[in-house]
């Protein structure tokens, strides 16, 4: 499997129009990759609350226009797109949910994911959003994807829950600050070690709201063996072949799996 991971720049000067025809175009520019991902909010900025009532959109592609701009990248490029997050419109009166959008080469929209442990300690997005409650996988061709966004990667039991669906590769889209990178680096390798899973894990570049992102998007092995990283907080794509053989592997060689209790 190709993974792609495209780690954008959030600029607050860029209107969220351009910056959504200019995500378009990377992701076009990935055809051939097996599954391309984005990350968390980045059409809005994860920590720019004061406007996400104002951008909250719909997930369908005929109603919302990041579904239907990833919808048609994802067709023309001939991939698996995980395109990130969005602030979407819940169907309850003011309701909003912090939602990921996959999306099947043919431009479908094969699954969204409400995130479900929301950050902000009862302020920010704690605050503003509502909690999905479901957690979600994706029967990919070649492997299921299971899905986490950002703050949920500090929650072992999602993974868990995830691992018991089938998921082999966890995508974990994030807006994650800079004065946390070492939590983001050392909890991407965790998941990926206490599951026997690889780990897409992408974050942002740039400053959301003030707040400086981690970067460090990075792919990670069941072994917990970084197969790919970005050091850098800038925007970049980063490109890894996973071997999805080790999965099987690790998990035969060194079954912890089966002497779970709990």
Same mark, same amino acid.
């Given at each position: 499997m190709r993974?792609?991971?495209?780690q $954008?720049?959030v600029?607050?000067?860029?209107?969220? !129009?351009?910056?959504?025809?200019?995500?378009?175009?990377l992701v076009?520019?990935?055809?051939? @990759? /097996?599954?391309v991902?984005?990350?968390?909010?980045?059409? +809005? #900025?994860?920590?720019a609350? /004061?406007?996400?009532?104002?951008e909250?959109?719909e997930?369908?592609? @005929?109603? #919302?226009?990041?579904? &239907?701009?990833?919808s048609? @990248?994802?067709?023309?490029?001939?991939?698996?797109?995980?395109?990130?997050?969005?602030?979407?419109k #819940?169907?309850?009166?003011?309701?909003l949910?912090?939602?990921?959008l996959?999306?099947?080469?043919? %431009?479908? &929209?094969?699954?969204t994911?409400?995130? $479900?442990?929301?950050? %902000?300690?009862?302020?920010?997005?704690?605050?503003?959003?509502t909690?999905?409650? *479901?957690?979600?996988?994706?029967?990919?061709?070649?492997?299921? &994807? %299971?899905?986490?966004?950002?703050?949920?990667?500090r929650?072992?039991?999602?993974f868990?829950a995830?691992v018991?669906?089938?998921?082999?590769?966890?995508v974990?889209?994030?807006?994650?600050p800079?004065?946390?990178?070492?939590?983001?680096?050392?909890?991407?390798? *965790?998941?990926?070690v !206490?599951?026997?899973?690889? +780990?897409l894990?992408?974050?942002?570049?740039?400053?959301?709201? %003030?707040v400086?992102?981690?970067?460090?998007?990075?792919? $990670?092995?069941?072994?917990?063996?970084?197969?790919?990283?970005?050091?850098?907080?800038?925007?970049?794509?980063l490109?890894?072949?996973?071997?999805?053989?080790q $999965? #099987?592997k690790?998990? !035969?060689?060194?079954?912890?799996?089966?002497?779970?209790?709990?």
């Amino acid at each position: 499997m190709r993974a792609s991971i495209l780690q $954008i720049q959030v600029d607050p000067d860029e209107s969220v !129009e351009s910056r959504r025809e200019r995500v378009a175009s990377l992701v076009r520019a990935q055809a051939g @990759a /097996d599954v391309v991902v984005l990350p968390e909010l980045w059409p +809005v #900025g994860a920590f720019a609350h /004061d406007r996400f009532a104002a951008e909250a959109e719909e997930a369908d592609p @005929a109603k #919302g226009p990041t579904a &239907l701009a990833m919808s048609a @990248a994802a067709r023309d490029a001939g991939v698996w797109l995980h395109a990130g997050s969005i602030v979407e419109k #819940g169907e309850e009166a003011g309701a909003l949910y912090n939602t990921s959008l996959v999306f099947s080469p043919s %431009g479908e &929209l094969a699954a969204t994911y409400r995130k $479900i442990h929301r950050f %902000g300690f009862d302020q920010g997005e704690a605050a503003l959003m509502t909690a999905g409650s *479901t957690p979600v996988t994706v029967a990919h061709p070649q492997a299921t &994807l %299971g899905l986490a966004t950002c703050y949920d990667l500090r929650f072992p039991e999602l993974f868990r829950a995830l691992v018991d669906a089938g998921a082999q590769v966890l995508v974990v889209p994030a807006g994650w600050p800079a004065k946390r990178a070492d939590h983001w680096s050392l909890f991407a390798r *965790t998941r990926a070690v !206490e599951n026997q899973c690889f +780990v897409l894990a992408c974050g942002t570049a740039g400053t959301h709201a %003030g707040v400086a992102q981690a970067g460090r998007s990075a792919v $990670i092995d069941p072994w917990g063996e970084v197969v790919a990283e970005t050091d850098s907080t800038a925007e970049t794509v980063l490109t890894a072949d996973l071997d999805l053989t080790q $999965i #099987g592997k690790v998990r !035969e060689s060194f079954p912890v799996l089966k002497d779970r209790v709990l």
